[in-house]
């Protein structure tokens, strides 16, 4: 019997010596894609936390665990107020996610550990200045006059699983608009995820409105020098056509979600990849190439604090965007590519911007012919993109092959600003309009905004009839 025991006792110990060996590895040298879920989850809590005012929990549970991948649901957190710093960990040990709030900049991911290097200059956060005049010079909103289109709007089947929000702009007033369950305030900031491409094409604007870059500017960073990639222009990052390699595929460890959530200096690792296409000739949707753009043009500025101050000064302040937060990545460039947080009627104030041609309340905020330039199509995209403005609703089930709105009636006109997990503003010039839906709404769940925008217009043509 005794000898029994012993046989047995021989599994029982190794099954123990394996399971320390694996946690012993898990924490010493965690696999790069816990490494990415871990800072993904501490960035999403983050600026959730310190930028919404929302509870960690439940970010963690409806953000990130809710609608990602399932090893994100085994994902621990720990926020620590006094130093503004959020950990998280696979079962909250592996894996070392951390995020550290910095202010006027948002949050960023950590992912070398270096919080001093991290928190750069203090920038102040943004003062709101609301007042009780009708929208977009104050708060108030008028939408007595518009019954068909609020049937639009209650409609679930339209606005979609897991929307925010839905605003509605017509004539430069908001017409229509509904909030979904958790956002209790029209002015919590919400992510805007890849729409954030196209304010870094609008900064890029005004700066060239103000003679700081131009379009055809080449030789743009140190470390292009003597090279190719020495030829990328302004314009070429601007529409997508770098001919740098980039993977933006999702779900695993790939370009951009190394870029995102391993890299400390993520313009650094995007700038670092291969040349291989000749500049101009090739469509390569890519995140990595909007952080570029928006180092390029924050090195336009000797004095890295007037950079980080940029974006509220030209664009956002002049607009009333008193809620948006444009975060920077632990290195100080803003990632533009992403992370711009603001509430769901500043992301309408600037689509009202695109749809007034760059002039908001008589003064001009992007240079003439800017906003006509970025919704041309480029000839490398065939058709389908501009300079960060595409000219189809989002991708579901459609093939490429085929028309992206097939089997909708929409103006020719539109164009669309368009987000990871459900977030897009349609522009509209034929019909004054613009559109915003904003969610947490992932792909799979096969849903189209394009339905939506067509009954508005639809809603809002009967009305004027």
């Known amino acids: ?84 710093l959020v950990r998280t960990g696979l079962l909250g040990v592996f894996g070392d996610g951390l995020a550290v709030f910095r202010g006027g900049t948002g949050c960023a991911a950590v992912p070398d550990g270096d919080v001093a290097a991290a928190r750069g200059p203090a920038i102040g956060m943004p003062t709101a200045h609301g007042s009780t005049d009708l ?21 679930a089947a339209l606005t979609g699983p897991g929307m925010r929000a839905v605003i509605v702009v ?7 608009e509904r909030f979904g369950a958790g956002v209790m305030a029209h002015d919590r900031p919400l992510l805007g995820w890849s729409m954030t ?33 020495a030829r990328i222009t302004v314009a070429h990052l601007l529409g997508m056509e770098s001919g740098l390699a980039f993977n933006e595929s999702y779900g695993g460890v790939s370009d951009v979600t190394r870029m995102l959530y391993l890299e400390p200096d993520m313009a650094a690792f995007a700038a670092g ?9 090739h469509f390569a949707y890519s995140s990595g190439t909007s952080v570029i753009l928006s180092r390029v043009w924050q090195n336009a500025f000797a004095d890295e604090r007037q950079a980080l101050a940029w974006p509220r000064r030209a664009l956002f302040g002049p607009l009333g965007m008193d809620t948006a937060v444009l975060e920077t990545d632990a290195r ?11 509430s769901a009627r500043d ?30 199509p480029t000839r490398a995209s065939g058709g389908e993109y501009g300079r960060s403005l595409w000219f189809h609703g989002p991708r579901v089930t459609t093939p490429p092959w085929q028309h992206q709105d097939a089997g909708f009636t929409l103006p020719a006109d539109a164009y669309w600003m368009i987000g990871h997990d459900g977030q897009t503003i349609t522009v509209i010039p034929s ?13 799979r769940l096969g849903y189209k905004p394009q339905a939506l925008v067509e009954a508005v217009v639809g809603a809002l043509d009967r009305q004027e009839e």
């Open 347 to 376: 992301w309408a104030r600037f689509g009202l911007l695109l749809l007034q041609d760059g002039v908001w309340e008589g003064q001009r905020i992007l240079p003439p012919g800017w906003v006509e330039w970025m919704r041309t």
């Open 273 to 281: 990849r291969p040349l291989i296409h000749p500049p101009g000739e």
């Open 197 to 229: 491409k196209t304010v870094t094409a609008a900064i890029v604007g005004t700066l060239v409105g103000a003679d700081r870059l131009s379009v055809d500017d080449a030789d743009l960073l140190a470390e292009w020098a003597g090279d190719e990639r």
């Open 170 to 176: 017509q004539d430069g007033r908001i017409v229509g």
């Open 135 to 155: 929208w977009p010079e104050g708060t108030r909103i008028d939408v007595s006059d518009h019954q068909r289109l609020a049937a639009v709007l209650d409609d």
């Open 332 to 342: 100080g460039t803003f990632v533009g590519s992403s992370y711009l947080y603001a």
């Open 431 to 443: 019909r004054r309009l613009v559109v915003l839906r904003m969610g947490l709404t992932p792909t």
């Open 1 to 84: 019997m005794r000898s029994a025991l012993s046989i047995l006792k021989w599994p029982a110990g190794l099954l123990v010596l394996l399971a320390a060996a694996a946690a012993l590895w898990l924490w010493l040298l965690p696999p790069g894609l816990i490494r990415v879920g871990a800072n993904y989850a501490a960035k999403i809590v983050c600026s959730n936390v310190y930028l919404a005012d929302r509870d960690p929990a439940a970010v963690l549970s409806e953000d990130v665990q809710a609608p990602g991948h399932p090893l994100l649901r085994l994902m621990r957190v720990k926020v620590e107020p006094q130093a503004a």
